[in-house]
């Protein structure tokens, strides 16, 4: 397992990538036991594996397809072993879903429940069309006050801009000066160091004490 992860991380797979590649990798060794390694079963196992999820499991088309995604991983870019075949389970069914969308008297009425920085960042979900991780890891140089934009850093560690709703400016405004405060308090504590991503910490020394570098 410690080499799952030495591997999904030399490919830059996002934490939440690792941490559910790693959960179905063990519960295909658990399926058979936990006593075969991987490199003993085959293509014909993985079948069965999944099968399994489909039949007996009643998982949806997209939870066993992220289940074969990770078991194809460890074969070709861990255990470096080519399968020997298509790999042909019995498919769960594909149920269409309608997503759930709130009316615009809905959404005023949820607005009217919540306050502070859960409302600002709720308001960033709604105006901005945010992922909720990304609303959460913002930080205050992504948002681009001129020009109205806000960048975010989304799935696959891809970058995105997308538009900053009028309504919000000036809240967010006050709401990232008062960050800011609470950051040189910090300073003057003696704390105020954030999570640098990648290489970046050892490229720039002291950007993890920087404001621009803060979540929001």
Not at 37 to 56: G, M, N, Q, T, Y
Not at 126 to 147: A, N, T
Request: net charge positive; hydrophobic share 40%; aromatic share 10%.
């Amino acid at each position: 397992m410690d080499q799952i992860r030495e591997v999904l991380r030399y490919h830059h797979y996002a934490y939440r990538t690792e941490q559910t590649y790693c959960q179905w990798i063990l519960r295909y060794i658990r399926f058979f036991d936990g006593k075969t390694h991987p490199r003993d079963l085959s293509s014909h196992h993985i079948e069965r594996f999944l099968s399994d999820l489909a039949v007996k499991r009643k998982v949806s088309a997209s939870t066993q397809r992220q289940a074969l995604n990770a078991l194809v991983f460890l074969y070709r870019e861990v255990l470096d072993i080519p399968l020997d075949r298509k790999i042909q389970p019995i498919r769960s069914k594909k149920n269409p879903k309608l997503p759930t969308v709130l009316g615009k008297e809905e959404i005023k009425k949820f607005f009217q429940y919540i306050e502070r920085t859960h409302a600002l960042m709720a308001k960033l979900l709604y105006g901005s069309g945010l992922r909720l991780m990304e609303c959460v890891r913002l930080r205050i140089k992504d948002v681009d006050f001129d020009r109205k934009r806000i960048h975010v850093l989304g799935k696959g560690e891809k970058w995105r801009s997308t538009i900053l709703a009028e309504p919000i400016i000036l809240e967010l405004k006050r709401h990232i000066k008062q960050v800011k405060v609470l950051h040189h308090l910090d300073l003057e504590e003696g704390f105020g160091e954030v999570y640098m991503p990648g290489a970046l910490a050892g490229k720039y020394n002291n950007a993890a004490m920087e404001t621009r570098w803060q979540y929001v």
